[in-house]
């Protein structure tokens, strides 16, 4: 039996964070060799990206496991995923909330990325890193891993440095200096605990670990407090959805500027529904290993690229859509899970078409004879829409296109987010209708 009262987030697998454990252990205790003898033990445990950069696999979740990082690049996810599509090259202040540091790549790219002057038109930006990761022993493992960036060395630095003032390290080894256009404020804690204690600027001790004040958001003047990037780098919602859940994006989605960028690689449909329900803009990012990720604003000017007509369906009309809830923002991803799946099974009754066949992808568009347009026809009459054809399909899916199809002389919609809220909107008013 499941014992879901108590939160335990998904981590590294417990092999690795055992000899980073007995390594700081050892090293606290004067053995000041113990991090390259941690390195050696955890060789059978490294896994090397595509880019020579290294990551670990999580703990088993239902019988399967992830890596941290894609195994064709750890940094080349980062930048490609991340960095890149931030809009933060030409600013001369950048301020960046990095959600699930892990072992510090992502901070690394971003320094290395602004402070390039071939790529960057700005000198020595001043750049403020909140790094946001709940195991102080994952970061830990980051500081005996080899640094596959200079950039990481400094990442180490501060990593280090919060280790050191909290009490798990009784010994500085890095001896790198943070040079004065860096600020990274390495925060060990739950990231829900950012929206559940509403607020900015100041978070009780026993809440909160900073680097050198109680601050949450280290930068001190108010345009500073709210991020150009907020970066979103869990593992996939499927077994940490507590970080993707509607409540905690609405906790984190008015920390962006009005040109800011939320960035996560996943693709979920439920991930996707909830930022638009917020009220940001929703792009696909770049592809990069894995599928497309998704990108969210304020500005509709920021998204480069809308989802794929198939993917704005799957998200407005289909229970895909879900959202996951955490209202308390305690509860474990099991129970979060759990939530969502009953909602989503209620929702088919209701009010979304069925994901398994993935009916809205038909719609206006027919499909030969046989078992699967049996199966589509069948989940579509359910709410009185007859046929893959009919007038109400028309209807449903017209936002899409550039020319009304309805008849109604509907006018283009621009962007993803606008057209998945009107279709939601018109299976509504037809299910409505119905009834």
Known sequence: MKDNNVYKPLKVQENVLDIVRECFKN?????????????????????ETGDGSFTFQSES??????????????LEESLEKYVKPSHLIGKHDVHIMDICS????????????????????????????????????????????????????????????????????????????????????????DAREIVKNSVLETTPKDHFIGTESE???????????????????????????????????????PLLKNDGMLL???????????LIELGLYVGEGPSFGRSGGTLASPSK??????????????????????????????????EIG????????????EYKLASTVKSPVYLFNDINEGRLRRRVLKELKKFGIEDLISEKSKYIVCPQYKECICGDGCEYIDNSSERVIEMEKRLNTIIENQN
């Open 102 to 189: 892990g072992l510090g790549y992502t901070a690394a790219v971003c320094l290395e990325y602004l402070n390039d002057e071939t790529k960057n038109t700005i000198k020595n930006p001043n750049i403020c890193i909140e790094m946001v990761e709940i195991s102080p022993l994952t970061l830990a493992a980051g500081l005996i891993i080899p640094s596959p960036l200079k950039s990481h060395e400094i990442v180490k630095k501060a990593i280090e440095d919060q280790l050191f003032s909290m009490g798990f390290l009784k010994h500085r080894m890095i001896t790198n200096e943070i040079p004065a256009n860096i600020k990274l404020n390495v925060h060990i804690i």
């Open 301 to 334: 000017k920021c998204i480069e690229k809308p989802l794929s007509s198939n993917d704005e369906r799957m998200v407005a009309l289909s229970d895909a859509g879900i959202p996951f809830r955490d209202s308390e923002l305690n509860n474990s991803g099991f």
């Open 338 to 349: 759990e939530r969502r799946q009953n909602e989503r099974a209620k929702a088919r009754k």
């Open 264 to 274: 996560t690689y996943t693709s979920s449909s439920a991930v996707r529904y909830s």
């Open 61 to 74: 979740f239902d019988n399967s496991s992830e890596t941290m990082h894609t195994f064709h690049g750890g």
């Open 215 to 253: 601050q949450l958001i280290g930068c001190s003047d108010e345009q500073n407090k709210k991020f150009d990037a907020i970066l979103l780098v869990p593992f996939s919602p499927g077994v940490s959805p507590e970080l993707y859940s509607i409540d905690f994006l609405k906790g984190i989605s």
């Open 27 to 47: 090293e606290n205790n004067g053995v000041m060799d113990a991090r390259q003898v941690a390195l050696v033990e955890l060789g059978e445990f490294l896994i």
